[in-house]
């Protein structure tokens, strides 16, 4: 039916470690990911690793994996890239 959204997939695991972490959600019922947050503000550099707390432990199920991507809005803007994978 369109609109309706359906899914198998396995709950994913959150553990907040943080009491001011905000826990991943999504902003759409369409979207493929969950929206990401940090605990702190941070500042990107080009060509610069930077660590960013989230204040969580996340549970990826046997099968599946994680993977952080930028924003698209925020990666045109920016010029962001990929930061990492788990």
């Known amino acids: 039916m369109p609109g309706e959204y359906r899914t198998t997939l396995p709950y994913l695991a959150v553990q907040r470690l943080d009491r001011d972490a905000v ?8 979207d493929a990911g969950l929206d990401l947050y940090s605990l702190h503000q941070a500042h990107l ?7 960013v707390r989230t204040g969580i432990a996340v549970g ?6 994680g ?20």
Do not use: F, K, M, Q
Request: overall charge positive; aromatic content about 4%.
């Open 67 to 86: 993977r952080i991507e930028p924003r698209s809005g925020l990666a045109a803007a920016n010029t962001a890239c990929r930061c990492s994978a788990a």
């Open 23 to 30: 826990l991943p959600a999504r902003s759409h019922p369409s």
């Open 45 to 51: 550099l080009p060509d610069c690793v930077t660590r």
């Open 60 to 65: 990826i199920p046997p099968g599946y994996y």
